[in-house]
C-alpha cells in the first residue's frame, strides 16, 4: 500500500527559528513530490520535486528530495508567525496520477 | 485561486438525507478531484474525473457518488449522509503544461451530518 510519511506531526518554534520538516515515501512508481501550505483555509501549493538533489527555493523556504533515501525535506528559515500552518507533503505516481498525502506536520511560531 | 469555486461552503444536515456539492472551475481544466480532510487522515481522495462524463474512484468512494456533465462542474453526491460523512471537502484541478503534476485546491466546503 502506497504511503506517505510526515514528522514531526507537531513542532512550536520561537520567530527566527529555522525549522526543518521531514517527509518520507513509499509508493510505486514514484512521479513526484510536492509540498503545500495549509492555513484555516484551502491547501496552497509550495514546490513540485522530481531529481534528486535540486533544491528549490523561495524565500525563506527551501525543499530537496533524496531519491535513494525515499524522503523530502522542507526548510523554513527565520520564522515567521505567518509561517504557523500545517505543512502537507504529496507524492505523485506514474500509473494513477493520484496524489497520496501525509497527514501534514503543524507548525506553531510564536513572537 | 486556479478559477474554482465550491458551494456551499458550510452545510449541516441530518443523517439520512442527501447533500451535493458542486465544485465549479472557469480554467477549462480537465482534470477535477474531490477530497475529503479529517483529522488525523490527511487528505483522501474520494473520486476523480479526467473529461466529461469520466469518472473514477479513489481510495474513500464509499458512499459516494459524482458527476460531470460539462467541464466546469464536477458534484460530489451523498446519497444518504452519514455521520461518519462529516468531513472538510476540496475540491482540486489539476495543472496544465509545466504544472500537469500540480493540484490546485479549491476553499473547501465544510458539511456537519448530525
Known amino acids: 500500500e502506497d504511503k506517505v510519511v510526515q514528522s514531526p506531526l507537531s513542532l512550536v518554534v520561537h520567530e527566527g527559528d529555522t525549522v526543518t520538516l521531514n517527509c518520507s515515501y513509499e509508493?510505486?512508481?514514484?512521479?513526484?513530490l510536492l509540498w503545500y501550505k495549509q492555513e484555516k483555509k484551502a491547501p496552497t501549493f509550495l514546490f513540485m520535486l522530481t531529481s534528486s538533489g535540486i533544491e528549490k527555493k523561495s524565500g525563506r523556504l527551501s525543499s530537496i528530495l533524496d531519491k535513494k533515501e525515499l524522503s523530502s525535506i522542507l526548510n523554513i528559515t527565520a520564522t515567521q508567525t505567518g509561517d504557523s500552518a500545517i505543512y502537507l507533503c504529496?507524492?505523485?505516481?506514474?500509473?494513477?496520477?493520484?496524489?497520496?498525502f501525509g497527514t501534514g506536520t503543524r507548525l506553531q511560531v510564536f513572537p | 485561486d486556479a478559477g474554482i469555486t465550491q458551494s456551499p461552503r458550510h452545510k449541516v444536515t441530518e443523517t439520512g438525507t442527501p447533500v451535493t456539492l458542486r465544485c465549479h472551475q472557469t480554467e477549462n481544466h480537465r482534470y477535477m478531484y474531490w477530497y475529503r480532510q479529517d483529522p488525523g487522515h490527511g487528505l483522501r481522495l474520494i473520486h476523480y474525473?479526467?473529461?466529461?462524463?469520466?469518472?473514477d474512484k479513489g481510495e474513500v468512494s464509499d458512499g459516494y457518488s459524482v458527476s460531470r456533465s460539462k467541464t466546469e462542474d464536477f458534484l460530489l453526491t451523498l446519497e444518504s449522509a452519514t455521520s461518519s460523512q462529516t468531513s472538510v471537502y476540496f475540491c482540486?484541478?489539476?495543472?496544465?503544461?509545466?504544472?500537469?503534476?500540480?493540484?490546485?485546491f479549491g476553499p473547501g466546503t465544510r458539511l456537519t451530518v448530525l
Open positions: 482540486a484541478i489539476r495543472g496544465q503544461g509545466a504544472n500537469a503534476d500540480t493540484q490546485y
Open positions: 474525473s479526467y473529461g466529461v462524463k469520466d469518472t
Open positions: 504529496a507524492a505523485l505516481t506514474h500509473n494513477t496520477d493520484k496524489l497520496i
Open positions: 509508493v510505486t512508481n514514484f512521479r513526484s
